[in-house]
């Protein structure tokens, strides 16, 4: 599929996904675990379009939400609400009662005081509130400091001490069925070894429910598998197409929980991938306006920004960039760099790339999570299209924002 066939019949920044690699990644992800039957709940805050939503739905998967907006995505995308689990640490009172009344397969409860909350919820609705608690194993992991969420200073989860005492009491309390125990860590992981490490954390607070007389049907290890963005030691053609060992290998992270999974075979297991599904699966197509020379310094400015693609301004994140056609044109060192007014709004910094003229077309890769999922407005920028490519088509399954929408709520 030409990306430049796409870009000019919808213009330019576009994000375009693939639906097979989307799908092949869940089979991948399926199958390591299969002896297991886990339920792969895909994480939507990664790309809560709808299409992509549906492909999964559609596909068997379940969904992980941590929002209202993000259950009424995943209600209406077509997930079975038995296969959504609601995580948050701050869910507001209407929220909860939305996800009670949804019948989820579990709200994982992230405090004491929302435990509370939930009980009273549960009371007034005259329900059994289906919940997991959300376990703070202790465990660093993650690409990014902003990414690790499984440490004892990261707001997530509670303590083992704790997370013991709340099950024990969501276990006498006859408007709380108690399903089991959530955990996720962090994202952008590449070894498998801090999952092992947080459920052995699991696994003791498991051992003493136990000894209380506790079963739990379902342990949820969270998302957080991580994707290979940069592979520098391979060189510019490596890093273009994503070196297959290059990702967490599912098989890898199946082999290294296999003992936890065979010493609890009663228990459900629930994956939470976002990234993992849609990052590889995503581009973003990009043109060239201007090219600069700032003494040393050279720039390809590009018509998107840090509006379209936060991840390298908010993680210093890297991707990898390639011209959407191969040109004999010398290469240069350069930024490449959008409109917006922020000496951070670099796309891609000190990158080896033909010195293309304006009017060519990039594609930064690897973009399908955490992409358009983090797009705003700044600098008044309507949000870029998004085109989903399916069985050797494409469709628009988001349009461009008008300058309409940008000023739509405004009184
Ligand atoms: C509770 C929870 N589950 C799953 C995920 C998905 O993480 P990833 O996209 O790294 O798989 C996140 C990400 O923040 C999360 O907070």
Redesign the pocket.
Known sequence: MPVEAVARAVGTPVYIYSAGAVLARLRELEGAFAGRDPLVCY?L??NPNRAVCGLLARAGAGA?V?SGGELRRALAAGFSPRKIVF?GVGKTEEEIRFGLRSRLLAQ?VESEEELNRTIAVARRLRLRAPISI?LNPGVEAGGHRH?A?GHGAAK?GVAPADALRLCLRARREPSLELKGL?C?I????LDPRPFVAALGVVERLLGRLRAAGVRLSLVDV?????VRYEDESRGPAAQTLGPARARLQPAALAKALAPFLSRWPDLGLVL?????LTAEAGLLATRILYRKRIGTSRFLIVDAAMNDLLRPALYSAYHPVVPARLRDVDEVVCDVVGPVCETGDVLARRRRLPWLPAGELLAVLKTG??GFSMASQYNSRPRPAEVLVEGGRWRVVRERESYRDLVRHER
């Open positions: 994480a805050k990664a992980e941590v995580s994982n959300r990414l969420t997530f959530h996720h962090g994202s952008q992981i969270g998302g957080g598998l991580g939470e991938p976002g990234r993992f999570a955490y």
